[in-house]
């Protein structure tokens, strides 16, 4: 019995082996058939072929006497010839042996090179012979190929033959045109079997072609540092202007802290120059862009370029520069000292002064013109604006002087943005901004003070009256009436909010005519009745929005001091320009970085410098050859203009035919006056709380869907950020929240803390990204129009096994990183796990966008002490907590 127990056992441990082994067989075989799945379908083509290269290209690549190696780039010949039999493999050359004329190995081949794929499960290997020694009467050469092994690649294997020699720099010549266009054009002419295989020697990729990119840059520069390549720059351009030019070179004077570089030519000053003695009054127009210069380094402000316009005359006729200036520094002091030293120099070529300024609303920009053309004040300029219009001086020399007037459409853009702020009605709104129409078409004091007599009367009378009324009728017939605009608009005006700043609050406080327009105040409060019905247009907030900000520079924004001064001190007839604005710089910043920088951002200043003085040239001959500058005494005969005009009507407008026709808003009769609709009763607080709550619940009862149900703005209104319903639904209670919510409810408090311009709020998607994924994955996600440089931290959350939140917070003061984990596990080493990850982050920017900013910050990881989490729901209010923190 015993015997036979033992055999059965036996017989179960084999059966139990077999069973082990039929398992082991099945796996071994559905991991073949997975593997299988995993490789690429390759043509190799034969294991045994010829490829022929041509004698001429034999001859470059042979070897030299008595030696046995081939020349460069026999590399790249040889797999040249080799990939049109096969394309799949990316071979590296390991051996290659010429054989001596003095060779006792009679038998061998003349050549032979040993190659390999270097794809990683790839085992293929090639063998290179030639057999005997080339003939120069001999039109090809043929190289036998023998291949050993199989060709296996992988299907997210992408491999490609170093760029090398020749081919590298026919690749740094092709880049000019920039690395996308190159890169897929190359990947378009690409042979369909090599992208199969995952060769992608002929295109490379993207990373290879900026590194190329970058070394080209770097070959072309003069020095390494910014400073000295500025001054051989400095150098070079002064040499090649030659001894003829009075004002040699282009960079005029260069500051190295802070930075700032005057920017004028010889040519330039003497067309500005040929314009004020043939054609006056000359108006130049100055405002300034940014993003075209990287920063210089170790100085933190971002650096602006500056520039004097001539205006444009339509086609083929554009806005020109006399002088430009680039700079960090962007005080009142900096910018007069590059415009007196412009004057100087044209005051050596003529003495003729500029008529006019045109600029935006910006203290510096105006306290720079005042103290550069007119050496003088604000105030100053303002009382002599007060003695001409009131016709109290009446010598020549009172009207020699520099007018300066602030762009239209700016003001205009402002002043609607402040309207829309006092009333929330917007009639009221849209017949106020036609109002201020008429105040900034004025051209004399009485005009403007009739105009504001009747806006204070509609807008500061709580009850409506006959004079109300009279006043309403006054200025509907005055907006219906006036003239249609013919505003010289080569483009559509930039808009940008108006500077804020104290000084407005004493300028107007001492300027003449805020006490001229507050005696008109004075007048309506004494005449306003307490009877009768609701005055519809009721808003006293214009009024006074106007008093504190504008009516006190009146002379600065409207057409008072437009035309020819000449007129207040006797009767004229000319026209008179009522308005003015500052599209003609607008245009040539739009030339500048579309045109001359072909839209590449942040160069390096030599790089800009070089280009503008390269296409500067270039414009100055055009402008003297379309303005007849080249003969001082010749004039175009008006029969010639007509000619002119009436080619370019009958084959294409021109720009400033077409913007003669365009009817800018506010500036010309509406067609319907606006009226405000009756006022609603307003609701309590506790009424509007109760509404939200009704409208919250009825959301929460829907079923969930992704409809945008709140979008919320970021405080410099350059981001904003959406939430669905579906995720507005985890609000309700006992629901994990999920990280839109989270997200938008951190810009919430962010804007509502008044921290939204000091902090950068990173999106938890990013922020996971650059924590945890690779970094083709990180390259893909890198912020390339966020400037850190703006910013003093970053806030953000990361996610944890899908419920469970910890907040991130960098701080750029003490280059520290934190990693609040709500149950406070690990905290050191996960603050210190992305604080290298954030270092990698910010140097892969540098090198894929070429900024700077937070680069050279060695991030270290920091702690904040704070409570824990004890339950399993409440990490997100335990990270509120860390945010106030």
């Given amino acids: 019995m015993i015997g036979t127990e033992k055999r059965r056992d036996n017989d179960c441990d084999r059966k139990d082996e077999a069973g082990d082994r039929n398992k ?209 720059c400095q150098k070079i351009m002064k040499e090649c202007s030659g001894t003829a030019s009075q004002v040699a070179g282009y960079i005029q004077h260069l500051q190295v802290d802070p930075f700032g570089v005057h920017l004028y030519t010889d040519c330039g000053l003497r067309i500005l120059a040929d314009h004020l003695k043939n054609s006056p009054p000359v108006t130049l127009h100055l405002d300034a862009t940014g993003s075209v210069m990287s920063r210089i380094p170790n100085q933190t402000k971002r650096i602006l370029y500056y520039a004097l316009v001539l205006p444009g005359k339509g086609k083929d006729k ?28 044209l005051g050596q070529i003529t003495t003729r002064k500029v008529h006019q300024v045109e600029t935006d609303f910006s203290w510096a920009l105006i306290g720079s013109v ?172 214009i009024i006074n929005f106007l008093m504190s900000n504008y009516m006190g520079i009146f002379p600065l924004w409207s057409g008072m001091l437009l035309g020819d001064l000449s007129r207040f001190s006797k009767e004229s007839n000319k026209e008179i320009k009522t308005k003015e604005t500052n599209c003609h710089v607008e245009q040539w910043f739009s030339i500048v970085k579309n045109h001359i920088l072909h839209r590449k951002r942040f160069l390096r200043p030599a790089d800009f410098i070089t280009k503008m003085f390269n296409s500067l040239q270039g414009r100055y001959t055009q402008h003297q050859m379309m303005h007849n500058l080249g003969s001082l005494s010749q004039v175009a005969s008006p029969k010639h203009q007509t000619i002119d005009q009436q080619e370019e009507q009958w084959a294409k407008r021109s720009l400033s035919e077409r913007s003669a026709k365009h009817h800018s808003k506010y500036f010309d009769p509406p067609e319907v006056v606006p009226q405000p609709k009756r006022r609603k009763t307003k609701q309590t607080s506790e009424g509007q709380s109760e509404v939200t709550s009704a409208q919250v619940k009825a959301l929460w009862s829907k079923k969930a869907c992704e409809i945008v149900v709140a979008i919320i703005q970021s405080k410099d209104k350059k981001r904003s950020y959406i939430l669905h319903h579906s995720e507005m639904k985890t609000l309700q209670p006992h629901r994990w929240l999920m990280g839109e919510t989270i997200q938008c409810y951190l810009h919430v408090l962010v804007n509502n803390s008044d921290q939204g311009h000091r902090i950068y709020v990173l999106d938890h998607y990013t922020a996971n990204v650059i924590i945890n994924d690779e970094r083709e994955k990180v390259r893909r996600n890198i912020l390339s129009k966020v400037d850190f440089y703006d910013y003093e931290g970053i806030i953000s959350f990361l996610n944890v096994d899908e419920n469970h939140w910890m907040f991130l917070y960098l701080h750029a003061a003490s280059s520290q990183v934190f990693v609040i984990d709500p149950k406070g596990h690990d905290e050191q080493a996960k603050s210190m796990h992305a604080a290298s990850k954030f270092r990698e982050f910010f140097k892969m920017r540098r090198i894929c966008l070429n900024k700077n900013d937070w680069v050279d910050i060695k991030w270290n990881e920091g702690l904040i002490s704070h409570s824990k989490q004890r339950d399993g729901y409440s990490c997100k209010s335990l990270s509120s907590n860390a945010i106030a923190l």
């Avoid at 219906?480 to 000084?503: F, G």
């Fill in 24 to 232: 082991t067989a099945d796996e071994d075989e559905d991991d073949d058939e997975t593997d299988k799945g995993k490789w690429r379908k390759t043509r190799p083509g034969p294991k045994s072929f010829v490829v022929a290269i041509k004698t001429k290209t034999w001859k470059k690549i042979k070897p030299h006497a008595g030696l046995t190696q081939l020349q460069q780039p026999w590399t790249d010949v040889l797999y040249e010839a080799f990939t049109k039999v096969n394309p799949c493999c990316v071979l590296a050359f390991k051996y290659q042996h010429v054989k001596c004329r003095k060779s006792r190995k009679k038998r061998a081949p003349y050549f032979k090179a040993l190659a390999i794929c270097i794809f990683e499960d790839c085992s293929a290997k090639y063998k290179f012979t030639i057999q005997t020694k080339p003939k120069p009467c001999q039109k090809h050469i043929d190289i036998h190929v023998l291949r050993i092994g199989e060709v296996t690649h992988k299907e997210k294997d992408l491999k490609f033959r170093n760029a090398k020699f020749t081919k590298r720099g026919k690749i740094a010549a092709e880049l000019e045109k920039g690395v996308s266009q190159h890169y897929y054009k190359s990947l378009r002419n690409t042979p369909p079997d090599e992208i199969l295989a995952g060769n992608i020697s002929r295109c490379l990729s993207m990373d290879v072609l900026r590194v190329i990119c970058s070394e080209v840059r770097k070959s072309t520069r003069l020095h390494d540092d910014v400073i000295m390549e500025m001054m051989l």
């Fill in 318 to 345: 554009p806005p020109l520069p006399v002088s430009e200036f680039i700079s960090n520094e962007h005080s009142i002091p900096t910018l007069t000292f590059w415009q007196m030293e412009t004057l100087r120099q």
């Fill in 370 to 541: 005042l103290l550069a053309f007119n050496k003088e004040s604000v105030s100053s300029y303002l009382n002599r604006a007060h003695l001409i219009v009131s016709q109290k001086v009446k010598s020549a020399d009172a009207f020699n002087f520099t007018v300066l007037h602030l762009c239209s459409s700016h003001i205009i853009k402002a002043v609607t943005q402040g309207f829309a702020k006092k009333t929330g009605e917007y009639a009221v709104k849209e017949y106020a901004t036609y109002c201020f129409g008429l105040l900034l078409n004025s051209t004399t004091l009485q005009e403007a003070l009739n105009h504001f007599q009747d806006m204070a009367m509609l807008f500061m009378s709580a009850n409506k009256s006959n004079a109300v009324m009279a006043a309403k009728n006054t200025l509907d017939q005055k907006i219906l009436k006036s003239k249609p605009t013919t505003m010289d608009e080569t483009l559509p005006p930039y808009v940008e909010d108006m500077e804020r700043s104290s000084n407005i609050k004493t300028i107007c406080g001492k300027s003449p005519f805020t006490h001229l327009f507050n005696g008109v105040l004075e007048k309506i409060r004494c005449t306003q009745t307490e009877s009768g019905t609701n005055n519809e247009f009721y808003c006293p907030g």
